[in-house]
């Protein structure tokens, strides 16, 4: 659910930018985005400016679950974060921003067919 909540997050969205924004291939993002709309959750939409691209867009059903999706992660949240002072909620965050950028640039790397050097 995942790809639901970045999509009523960012609705509009294209394939490739909600695919990129997950850190997954595009072929994985095809498959969650193919099942989520067979089920009813997100429908696509021609993209006015350019033909090649369908916005996705949550639906009523996608609207409907995404306030107990968003419940759940912000208790887990707060379950993990428990006994935690605010400032070293923001050091994790911080270290884990960190950590997602270091690997950011090599994801792209090997995303466009390179190889990486051991």
């Not at 997950?22 to 498959?31: C, G, L």
């Not at 935690?84 to 067919?113: C, H, M, P, S, Y």
């Amino acid at each position: 659910y995942l790809y639901l909540v970045r999509i009523c997050e960012n609705p509009g969205i294209i394939q490739e930018k909600l695919a990129e924004m997950i850190k997954v291939d595009r072929t994985t993002a095809a498959r969650a985005i193919k099942k989520l709309e067979m089920n009813g959750f997100i429908e696509k939409k021609d993209d006015l400016h350019n033909k090649k691209n369908k916005n996705l867009f949550p639906t009523e059903k996608g609207k409907n679950v995404y306030p107990f999706i968003k419940r759940e992660n912000d208790y887990s949240d707060t379950v993990a974060l428990e006994g935690f002072t605010q400032e070293e909620a923001d050091t994790i965050l911080k270290l884990v921003q960190r950590v997602r950028k270091n690997i950011e640039t090599d994801w792209e790397f090997v995303k466009k067919g390179n190889k990486r050097n051991y």
